[in-house]
């Protein structure tokens, strides 16, 4: 199913909102551990279940992983891509043009003013 995350390159690792956990229908395991950030302390879940992502060819690129899931709505408005995922990329955050970019090994950049 289609969500959307915020690109977080602070965070260590990826967190689903407790929406998105609600739609994807899995088993959580409660961990009975707490994880903190920018909104204080919160109580959460593992899920086991992949992320996919797609390439600028449509391909897609799986991440299959267990993951984090805020208990509780108020924590966390909007699921985070975390450094687990990111931190496999090259990631360039354009602000003014509204899109992130996640370059794999095989691709480069160069930046230069046009």
Not at 68 to 90: H, K, P, Q, Y
């Amino acid at each position: 199913m289609p969500a959307e995350f915020l690109v977080d390159t602070g965070a260590d690792r990826t967190v689903f909102s407790k929406g998105l956990l609600a739609l994807l229908g899995v088993s959580p395991v409660a961990t009975g551990e707490r994880i903190s950030g920018l909104g204080g302390v919160a109580e959460f879940v593992t899920v086991e279940t992949p992320i996919r992502l797609i390439r600028e060819s449509g391909a897609p690129v799986m991440f299959q992983g267990r993951y984090a899931a805020c208990a509780e709505a108020e924590a966390l408005d909007m699921s985070v891509l975390g450094r687990d995922i990111t931190g496999l990329f090259a990631a360039i955050v354009d602000q003014p043009g509204d899109v992130v970019f996640l370059l794999g090994q095989r691709h480069r950049y160069r930046i230069e003013q046009v």
